[in-house]
């Protein structure tokens, strides 16, 4: 697209909202929208009303992710919602910037709702609503309310949030601050006199704690009063005239790639108005894709290099080579000393640390000391051996020192889920090994100990006849994992 070619667009850039709607719908641009433009009216009219728009579910843990529903949706909208906003049917029309977590402000959507039931307490119980949501599967709600929906009542119930969070600007900071506020009402048609118990100088410092709500409550049936269809439509011009002039910017000898024009935050933009296809973008825009632009659609399938150094005999006599060089090659491609995957090198270090591991419990015998404190278990103790029987990284007195050796190297690392692409020290390798093998080391290792306190004292923390139940949440990980422990030795434990 060379700069100087006319397009219906480029005088939308600098139009009012109303004439660019006009220049969009006599360019017959306006259809493609008129489905979220009537969705998101709808919803908008129900929440200025009164009625509660999202629902968030917490979900306990540190690694946990919230839920968020948009309430009110028919089976039809839903259907639309889950093809249009959907995180996979996205990416399969390119848009890969969608992160794996999502802070959404959800509370923005419920404010007016909260602001009618609850005036007292609407904006405390606003800021609880804010959720971190995972994006890896469906999340159409989210992405809805992400890119569409908490960016509009962000916009309109901007006023109420201001003035929740107090004055700590300076008067210039304040003045511009109120200035874009007012601008912004004005372009989605609202009426100036809306804001004259919020705007900066207009005396919202005098007005005592149930004058505030009332002013808040009259924002409201203000807002309730504008054609809510104007609302809408406004506030996507306005988000879609910044897709143009970053477009523009960025396409001056001819059509820029999607990577350089849909920066972070035109990625809402994109995903909101264009279900993430950037070549629905460029067909609103009349523009051709540029000739190197891929639009990737799925991800290559993964591959495992997993058990390759067990086939390096028959690849040497297939090439005619000897089997050292293939052996060489490998732990060239690898990375490593050797030929075996990283893979393949945990589990063999796994099956001679169990080997060593059963090994120590077999010759215990009355009298030794026990073996709590061979698995890593993050017990902390304030000395290295306690009067209870524990010992602190006993593994390393008890198991040979070529098993120590291993554990230490090839688990002293770790990712951050937040920091995927780097790699940080470990403190507790042997800790991280032992979760590796997971319920069958929880078990055995447990029921060696039970045994051995159980005879040898001070005391255990379970009987024998009380195994079964003490470790019945392990034995079923044990038989869903397809290595279930025989029911008979279970019971003729109970009976010693």
């Known amino acids: 697209m060379a700069s100087d070619q006319p397009r219906w667009w480029r005088p939308v850039i600098d139009a009012s909202p109303e004439d660019a709607l006009a220049l969009e719908a006599a360019a017959g641009q306006q259809q493609r929208f008129v489905q979220l433009d009537t969705l998101a009216t709808r919803l908008l009219t129900a929440a200025l009303h009164g009625q509660p728009t999202v629902s968030v579910v917490r979900s306990t843990g540190p690694q946990a992710a919230d839920n968020v529903e948009v309430l009110g949706l028919s089976s039809q909208e839903k259907a639309w919602c889950a093809e249009t906003f959907g995180v996979p049917e996205q990416q399969r029309r390119g848009a890969w910037y969608l992160p794996q977590k999502l802070s959404l402000k959800a509370g923005a959507v419920n404010l007016p709702q909260l602001v009618r039931e609850r005036p007292a307490h609407a904006l405390t119980l606003a800021a609880d609503d804010s959720a971190s949501v995972s994006l890896v599967d469906g999340a159409a709600d989210a992405v809805l309310l992400w890119a569409v929906l908490v960016p509009l009542f962000e916009t309109l119930i901007e006023p109420i949030r201001v003035r929740a969070a107090g004055s700590g600007k300076t008067t210039d900071d304040q003045r511009q601050l109120w200035s874009g506020i007012e601008e912004r009402y004005r372009l989605l048609g609202i009426a100036d006199d809306v804001l004259d118990a919020f705007r900066f100088g207009g005396g919202w410092h005098r007005l005592d704690r149930h004058g505030q709500q009332h002013a808040r409550l009259r924002l409201l049936d203000a807002l309730a009063a504008v054609d809510p269809l104007q609302l809408v439509t406004r506030h996507r011009i306005l988000q879609l005239q910044a897709l143009m002039a970053g477009f523009a910017k960025k396409s001056k000898t001819g059509t820029a790639l999607a990577r350089r024009v849909v920066t972070r935050a035109l990625q809402p933009v994109v995903s909101g108005y264009f279900a993430g296809d950037w070549l629905a973008t460029l067909d609103y825009l009349q523009a051709p894709p540029h000739p190197d632009e891929e639009v990737i659609t799925a991800l290559p399938e993964p591959r495992l290099y997993v058990g390759m150094s067990a086939q390096a005999a028959d690849m040497a006599a297939e090439a005619g080579i000897p089997e050292d060089e293939i052996?060489?090659?490998?732990?060239?491609?690898?990375?490593?000393?050797?030929?075996?995957?990283?893979?393949?090198?945990?589990?063999?270090?796994?099956?001679?640390?169990?080997?060593?591991?059963?090994q120590a419990h077999a010759v215990q015998r009355p009298g030794m000391r026990p073996l709590w404190g061979l698995v890593d278990d993050n017990i902390m103790a304030f000395s290295w051996q306690d009067e209870h029987g524990f010992t602190q990284q006993l593994y390393r007195q008890v198991l040979p020192a070529s098993v120590n050796e291993q554990v230490d190297r090839l688990w002293q690392s770790v990712t951050l889920q937040r920091h995927a692409k780097s790699l940080v020290s470990n403190p507790r390798p042997h800790q991280l090994m032992a979760e590796a093998l997971g319920p069958a080391l929880e078990f055995w290792h447990g029921v060696a100990l039970t045994a051995w306190f159980v005879c040898e004292g001070p005391y255990s923390r379970a009987p024998l006849s009380g195994v079964a139940d003490y470790y019945s949440r392990t034995l079923t990980a044990l038989t869903a994992a397809g290595c279930p422990v025989p029911p008979g030795l279970v019971r003729g434990t109970a009976h010693r």
Do not use: K
């Open 327 to 358: 052996h060489a090659m490998l732990a060239a491609f690898l990375g490593g000393p050797t030929s075996l995957s990283p893979v393949e090198e945990r589990v063999a270090a796994l099956r001679e640390w169990w080997t060593a591991f059963d």
